[in-house]
């Protein structure tokens, strides 16, 4: 059972078995952060670790994780690295299809905002090394929406302790807000480049309708 494993290894391993168990979480997506999470935070209700190093350990865990995977993608390339992708259990192609299109459209949002969207924050990092998205930029949106992510579900579970596993209830809710932030964004962006767009040169305008008369 994944949750027995991840107890036992946190308390053989103290905070260095919480940043393992949440960094396979970005190289094997099947495992989801809102388990393990969750038990890091129950496991320092138990006093293996306190509750400020149980947010160290799993934040290292996750810029860990999500560092191999850009590397990973910038190394291989896309091609290799889809290819890679299918070879993986439980995981679809498409599902890295739909992480490069959102990196696509949202660029270093989508790094930021991945961090807290299940399946995405593994495979985010990817098309991020596919097209080698500035390193230090990317380490800091990654930390930083780790960081967020990691304190709403190792906080849960750190005030739940034996009822750790109710956190996955509002795990859905947690993320359809995160989604809500990213349109939120992303519109007042595209506004405020519409407010401030340059207005047109009115000689400039003449000479434009002179020249197609």
């Known amino acids: 059972m994944l949750a027995e ?3 036992n290894l946190m308390q053989t391993l103290g905070g260095v078995g919480a940043a393992v168990v949440v960094g396979l979480d ?4 099947p495992i989801p952060s ?3 999470l969750p038990l890091a935070g129950f496991s320092a209700s138990k006093g293996v670790f306190s509750l400020p190093a149980a947010l160290f350990w799993t934040t290292l865990g996750s ?3 999500a560092v191999i ?3 990973a993608g910038m190394l291989l390339g896309r091609d290799r690295t889809r290819r890679l992708v299918a070879r993986i259990p439980l995981v679809k192609v498409t599902d890295f299809d739909k992480s490069e299109a959102w990196f696509t459209r949202h ?3 989508a790094v930021f905002f991945g961090r807290m969207v299940p399946l995405f924050r593994s495979f985010i990092s990817l098309p991020a090394g596919v097209e080698r998205m500035n390193f230090p930029k990317f380490l800091a949106l990654t930390t930083l929406g780790s960081l967020i992510w990691n304190t709403a579900f190792v906080g849960a579970g750190y005030l739940l302790g034996e009822n ?3 956190v996955d209830a509002y795990a859905g809710i947690f993320q359809k807000l995160v989604l809500a932030a990213l349109a939120l964004a992303v519109a007042l962006f595209v506004a405020t480049r519409l407010r401030h767009r340059p207005k047109p040169d009115p000689e400039a305008t003449e000479v434009f309708r002179r020249v197609k008369q």
């Open 69 to 71: 995977v850009y590397l």
């Open 26 to 29: 970005n190289l094997f997506p």
């Open 5 to 7: 494993w991840a107890v």
């Open 34 to 36: 809102e388990l393990v």
């Open 63 to 65: 810029v860990a994780g």
């Open 107 to 109: 660029g270093t949002k």
């Open 164 to 166: 750790w596993h109710r």
